[in-house]
C-alpha cells in the first residue's frame, strides 16, 4: 500500500501563486507515475498534470499549461505542484495520485492511490 498526504493548499489573490507538495509513504518503489487532479464545486475531477518516475516526461491539461510545473523528488518521496498566474477558475480541491502502471492517462480510475485533497481557493 502507498499513502499520500497533499499540503501547500491555501487562498491566494488572482495572478498569485502556491505550491502543492505530495508525500509518499508506504510501498513507494510500486509506483512509476504520479499526477495531480483537481475538483472543482459542483463539478468532476479532471486531470491536471502528470510525471513519470524519472520526472523527465510530463504531461498537462490545456488549462494549466504554461503556468503550472509539476516534478518529483523521488529521494524524498514527494511531488510537487507550482501553480503560478492563478485564476478564481483554479479553485478547487487537488488531489494527488500514484499510478503503478507505465503507461500515461489522464483517467482517475487508473491511477492506483490516492490522497485526502487540498483546498485551492484564488479569489478575483
Known amino acids: 500500500q502507498v499513502q499520500l498526504v497533499e499540503s501547500g493548499g491555501g487562498l491566494v489573490q488572482a495572478g498569485g501563486s502556491l505550491r502543492l507538495s505530495c508525500a509518499a509513504s508506504?510501498?513507494?518503489?510500486?509506483?512509476?507515475?504520479m499526477g495531480w487532479f483537481r475538483q472543482a464545486p459542483g463539478k468532476e475531477r479532471e486531470f491536471v498534470a502528470a510525471i513519470n518516475w524519472g520526472g523527465g516526461i510530463t504531461n498537462y491539461a490545456d488549462s494549466v499549461k504554461g503556468r503550472f510545473t509539476i516534478s518529483r523528488d523521488n529521494p524524498k518521496n514527494t511531488l510537487y505542484l507550482q501553480m503560478n498566474s492563478l485564476k478564481p477558475e483554479d479553485t478547487a480541491v487537488y488531489y494527488c495520485?500514484?499510478?503503478?502502471?507505465?503507461?500515461?492517462?489522464?483517467?482517475?480510475?487508473?491511477?492506483?492511490?490516492w490522497g485526502q485533497g487540498t483546498q485551492v481557493t484564488v479569489s478575483s
Open positions: 508506504g510501498r513507494t518503489v510500486s509506483i512509476y507515475r
Open positions: 495520485a500514484a499510478r503503478k502502471a507505465v503507461l500515461y492517462t489522464t483517467r482517475e480510475g487508473e491511477y492506483d492511490y
